[in-house]
């Protein structure tokens, strides 16, 4: 399970340079969290006005990133922490269902033809339409590493 975890934990991080949005997506294809943060000045007041000017979601996310990161350099040195793989896998987890759920009930409250009222197939189906491969990557490796962190890494050998 820790080689899982190892994985899971790669393959968040890769996801930062891969790009999130299929090439048939209307917004941004191509483009990377990567990107994004270049953009940022990398200076203390640079830094704290990206982060004043964030919504909470964004720093979730960012969280999520630096845990994963954290973890992977841990796990590669012998000292995979249960709880730190609890807490990178959950952020993201959380974030998404956080985010699932305001979009089911703004969809109900506009009255777009979109039903995602207890219909995860639709909701799957419309992101398989959108995501790219770091979207994917993001995705399996945060919840593989939300598993890793509940089921344990078991007793080194």
């Given at each position: 399970?820790?080689?899982?975890?190892?994985?899971?934990?790669?393959?968040?991080?890769?996801?930062?340079?891969?790009?999130?949005?299929?090439?048939?997506?209307?917004?941004?294809?191509?483009?990377t969290p990567w990107d994004y943060l270049r953009g940022i000045e990398l200076s203390l007041?640079?830094?704290?006005?990206?982060?004043?000017?964030?919504?909470?979601?964004?720093?979730?996310?960012?969280?999520?990133?630096?845990?994963?990161?954290?973890?992977?350099?841990?796990?590669?040195?012998?000292?995979?922490?249960?709880?730190?793989?609890?807490?990178?896998?959950?952020?993201?987890?959380?974030?998404?269902?956080?985010?699932?759920?305001?979009a089911r009930d703004g969809v109900a409250g506009l009255g777009l033809p979109l039903d995602?009222?207890?219909?995860?197939?639709?909701?799957?189906?419309?992101?398989?339409?959108?995501?790219?491969?770091?979207?994917?990557?993001?995705?399996?490796?945060?919840?593989a590493l939300l598993l890793a962190g509940l089921v344990g890494f078991g007793a080194r050998?």
């Amino acid at each position: 399970m820790r080689a899982l975890a190892i994985l899971a934990a790669a393959a968040v991080v890769v996801s930062l340079f891969l790009p999130w949005l299929a090439g048939n997506a209307r917004l941004s294809p191509g483009s990377t969290p990567w990107d994004y943060l270049r953009g940022i000045e990398l200076s203390l007041d640079g830094l704290r006005a990206a982060v004043e000017a964030a919504p909470v979601e964004v720093l979730v996310l960012a969280a999520g990133f630096v845990l994963a990161a954290v973890f992977l350099v841990l796990a590669v040195v012998g000292l995979a922490l249960r709880p730190l793989a609890l807490l990178a896998g959950a952020l993201p987890v959380g974030l998404v269902g956080y985010l699932y759920l305001r979009a089911r009930d703004g969809v109900a409250g506009l009255g777009l033809p979109l039903d995602l009222s207890g219909n995860l197939t639709g909701a799957l189906d419309i992101l398989r339409d959108i995501a790219g491969p770091g979207l994917w990557a993001w995705g399996i490796g945060s919840l593989a590493l939300l598993l890793a962190g509940l089921v344990g890494f078991g007793a080194r050998r």
